[in-house]
């Protein structure tokens, strides 16, 4: 049985820093590629980045770029996302997801986690 587990979300002022984590069990953790997303009450769920199986190639929305770092650490079956400079609207619901295809497209994954909170205040 697989399961996705996400941590590390919270109330933060803008400008400061979360670090989520992504934890995948049941699954061979380096046969998948990675992605983080997010929703926002009343609006569609959005791809924020992605990482390959390898963490060699990774990838940004554009709202985010240069602001939230992903990683991965194989040996530990964990997903990262340092997000750094964080703004109002950055508040969301934030979901990791495991699938066979590194992606921002969210039918492109076939795992997720139940989400975890980050609230950005002003």
């Avoid at 929305?61 to 109002?88: C, E, H, W």
């Avoid at 076939?110 to 205040?121: K, P």
């Amino acid at each position: 049985q697989v399961q996705v587990v996400e941590s590390g979300g919270g109330l933060v002022q803008a400008g400061g820093s979360l670090r989520l984590s992504c934890t995948a069990s049941g699954l061979t953790f380096d046969d998948y590629a990675m992605g983080w997303f997010r929703q926002a009450p009343g609006k569609e769920r959005e791809g924020v980045s992605c990482i390959s199986w390898s963490g060699d190639y990774t990838r940004y929305a554009d709202s985010v770029k240069g602001r939230f770092t992903i990683s991965r650490d194989n040996a530990k079956n964990t997903l990262y996302l340092q997000m750094n400079s964080l703004k109002p609207e950055d508040t969301a619901m934030y979901y990791c997801a495991a699938g066979p295809l590194v992606s921002l497209v969210a039918a492109r994954y076939n795992y997720w986690g139940q989400g975890t909170q980050v609230t950005v205040s002003s």
